[in-house]
């Protein structure tokens, strides 16, 4: 079955620290790889994806993200976390359907708190 | 400005009251999806539609029903709405459903619905 698993309901960190969001995946087929994140009272912006290539990934407000094939991860990080970081993050993969179509799997999400 | 526009932000009804949530976006994206967000289980898929007249369940779709007659609209609809449809529910979008396309879900601002 395909899945995600974020195996951390909440990380902190303190300002100016690295931070580290886990994901893990199982998908049958190349993965398709997603991060989003969520602040409060918005809905879910697109960070990041990989398809294809270089396994680090740059995205969004200096969000990277690291795709290990052998491990079947693709952990979100940043250099330097801010307190504006903090918020709901999300990783999905693609799942394809049937009928050639897709959707997204997403994980159960991630707390990201930056204290300051 | 690009969006996807859920409206009511938040409806407090009561069980077995009809009710629609409207979805409108302006970017002329084939594909359209609602999910719903319940703490510790992430994002779930209750409908998409791939197209005009297209739709199709997800992993969650009883006591739901959609409809997509125009390509910018995607009601959901609660015909006998009860308590466990308490949740948060996200309308999104994206260019399409399709075969390698990787674009990304955008996503409106949520509906927080609470049946009593």
């Known amino acids: 079955a395909q899945s995600v698993a974020q195996p951390e309901d909440q990380v902190n960190v303190a300002e100016g620290n690295p931070l580290t969001v886990k994901c893990t995946y199982s998908?049958?087929?190349?993965?398709?790889l997603f991060w989003y994140v969520q602040y409060p009272n918005r809905g879910l912006q697109f960070l990041l994806k990989?398809?294809?290539?270089?396994?680090l990934v740059k995205g969004s407000y200096g969000f990277e993200a690291e795709f290990n094939k052998s491990q079947t991860s693709f952990h979100l990080k940043k250099p330097s976390a801010l307190v504006s970081d903090s918020a709901l993050y999300f990783c999905a993969v693609r799942a394809p359907l049937m009928d050639s179509s897709y959707k997204l799997i997403f994980g159960s999400g991630t707390r990201l708190l930056v204290r300051p | 400005e690009a969006q996807v526009t859920q409206n009511p932000r938040y409806l407090i009804t009561v069980t077995g009251k009809k009710l629609t949530v409207t979805c409108s976006q302006n970017?002329?994206?084939?594909?359209m999806s609602w999910y719903r967000q319940d703490p510790g289980l992430g994002l779930r898929q209750i409908y998409y539609?791939?197209?005009?007249?297209?739709?199709d369940k997800g992993d969650v779709p009883e006591g739901y029903k959609v409809s997509r007659k125009e390509k910018r609209n995607f009601p959901l609809i609660l015909e006998s709405p009860s308590p466990n449809q308490t949740s948060l529910y996200f309308c999104?979008?994206?260019?399409?459903?399709?075969?390698?396309?990787?674009?990304?879900?955008?996503f409106g601002n949520g509906t927080r619905l609470t049946v009593t």
């Open positions: 970017m002329n994206h084939e594909y």
């Open positions: 990989y398809i294809t290539g270089d396994n």
């Open positions: 539609s791939m197209n005009v007249e297209v739709t």
């Open positions: 998908v049958s087929g190349n993965p398709y």
């Open positions: 999104a979008s994206s260019l399409t459903g399709q075969g390698d396309n990787n674009s990304p879900l955008h």
